[in-house]
């Protein structure tokens, strides 16, 4: 990421449509999806090299893998990260500050969801691949509008949008900008209702999940990380999503029926079919003494805990 040429071209599209530069705007349009492309190339690539050399086992189930999982999803901190890297870079434009910084932040937002993509095709997971597109779009679509508003916000001002209504004729260039404009709202749109989809997607699991642990039959349950998958339903138009629970317990416990509850009340609340994954993190205690006068070589201050392999209950 630190070396990927992102920073220029797509900063460079702000500046354009802010002076007024349509060639400027096109041109940086051009060089991302070039660059979008070396980038997606070069995944898979490196992806088919590793495969077919055992690097890796053609037979691994990449959703699995945090590194894969987490770039396939809309999330608000992938959004967080590209909203800050267009408005850092629109700063370090307007100030004459070094742009190195907003390479690296700009790169970290687009160049793993491209990977993922490329990971995707590889495996042959076309939902994986819809997936790490619609993070690459929303990326991509944020950091320039960020950029562009970022300039308006420093001072800067636009008028091509006044131009565009004093010089509008019919042409063929007209056609080209009429039409590179209705892709880049329709790209704004289709990954801002990805993104919401997803946010409230994982907000009701959250809760849900919160809930079914308060239960008086699963307070001997600690609650250890919740972590959704949107490949199989990225616009909620059928298709199934993933949701995994990992708890931690006490070896006698026994919880048979919760990825079950899980499902049903998950399902219920999203109104989508969810497959419920629960990781059972097995450990064994030895309390803290309260006798003052208990001598011990080991700490008595502190729990002694051992974990042991997990056990998934699986829905």
Do not use: C, H
């Not at 700063?91 to 995707?120: K, Q």
Request: overall charge negative; hydrophobic content about 50%; aromatic content about 6%.
């Amino acid at each position: 990421m630190v070396i990927a040429p992102f920073a220029g071209s797509s900063l460079s599209a702000a500046v354009g449509v802010v002076i007024n530069d349509r060639e400027m705007a096109v041109s940086s349009i051009v060089s991302q999806l070039l660059d979008l492309g070396v980038a997606l190339l070069s995944a898979v690539g490196v992806s088919l090299a590793v495969r077919q050399s055992s690097f890796v086992p053609p037979s691994l189930v990449i959703t699995r893998l945090d590194q894969v999982a987490a770039f396939i999803t809309p999330s608000l901190l992938a959004l967080a990260i590209a909203v800050a890297a267009g408005a850092v870079g629109a700063l370090a434009l307007a100030t004459d500050l070094p742009t190195a910084i907003t390479g690296i932040a700009v790169a970290a937002a687009i160049v793993p969801a491209a990977g993922a993509a490329g990971v995707g095709l590889v495996w042959g997971e076309p939902l994986v691949v819809i997936g790490a597109i619609v993070l690459l779009v929303m990326n991509i679509v944020a950091i320039n509008l960020t950029a562009y508003i970022g300039l308006i916000a420093l001072g800067y001002r636009s008028s091509i949008i006044e131009d565009a209504r004093e010089q509008l004729t019919l042409s063929a260039r007209t056609g080209v900008y009429a039409v590179a404009t209705i892709v880049f709202v329709l790209a704004f749109a289709l990954a801002v209702f990805g993104t919401y989809q997803f946010l409230t997607f994982e907000q009701s699991v959250n809760e849900k999940v919160q809930t079914t642990l308060d239960d008086d039959t699963y307070q001997a349950l600690e609650l250890m990380g919740v972590s959704t998958s949107y490949t199989g339903d990225v616009f909620n138009i059928g298709g199934d999503s993933s949701v995994t629970v990992t708890v931690g317990r006490t070896s006698e416990s026994d919880y048979p029926m919760l990825p079950t509850v899980l499902q049903d009340r998950i399902s219920e609340a999203t109104n989508r079919p969810v497959t419920v994954q629960v990781r059972f993190v097995d450990y064994e205690q030895a309390q803290a003494s309260s006798s003052s006068s208990r001598v011990s070589a080991a700490p008595t201050d502190a729990s002694v805990t051992r974990r042991s392999g997990t056990a998934p209950g699986v829905v």
